[in-house]
């Protein structure tokens, strides 16, 4: 036997919950709305002739820097360019060192300790990249036992 004041309360547990699935849609369809208004960028920056940076990063419709998809350290090679050190934030921000030229998908994975918003991790990567570019260009020739030019 329900009393009035359980029935009541049954019908406020039962509006909420019909307002918390209202609210989910609607935080559905905003994120969808999100995704369909999200654009990717694909920038770079020359080195040298023969070195340059290349990034890709994904934007909001209010150009906030929302996801960093790749940023690259590529060389020319054998004419075509090499990437031998990428950053993505796949799983985590984390950065691929390539190895060899024979093998390029075998490459060291290394997770990085670093937190930020988006736009701050790819300000640090294309920084990092910039101040260490030529240790990494020594250091893959070194590894594959080619001259550099």
Do not use: C
Request: glycine share 4%; charged share 30%.
């Amino acid at each position: 036997m329900l009393r009035d004041t359980d029935a009541s309360g049954i019908a406020a547990f039962t509006m909420g919950i019909k307002q918390k699935k209202i609210r989910s849609k609607r935080n559905y369809y905003k994120q969808l709305k999100r995704r369909a208004s999200t654009q990717e960028i694909k920038a770079g920056i020359p080195l040298s002739p023969e070195d340059r940076i290349t990034y890709v990063y994904k934007q909001d419709d209010k150009y906030k820097i929302i996801d960093v998809t790749d940023v690259s350290y590529e060389i020319f090679l054998n004419q075509k360019w090499v990437t031998i050190l990428r950053y993505d934030n796949a799983h985590g921000f984390h950065r691929h060192l390539i190895g060899s030229i024979s093998h390029p998908e075998a490459d060291v994975v290394t997770p990085l300790n670093i937190s930020g918003q988006s736009e701050s991790l790819l300000r640090w990567a294309i920084e990092d990249i910039k101040v260490n570019w030529w240790y990494h260009r020594a250091a893959y020739f070194k590894r594959n036992n080619l001259t550099d030019s």
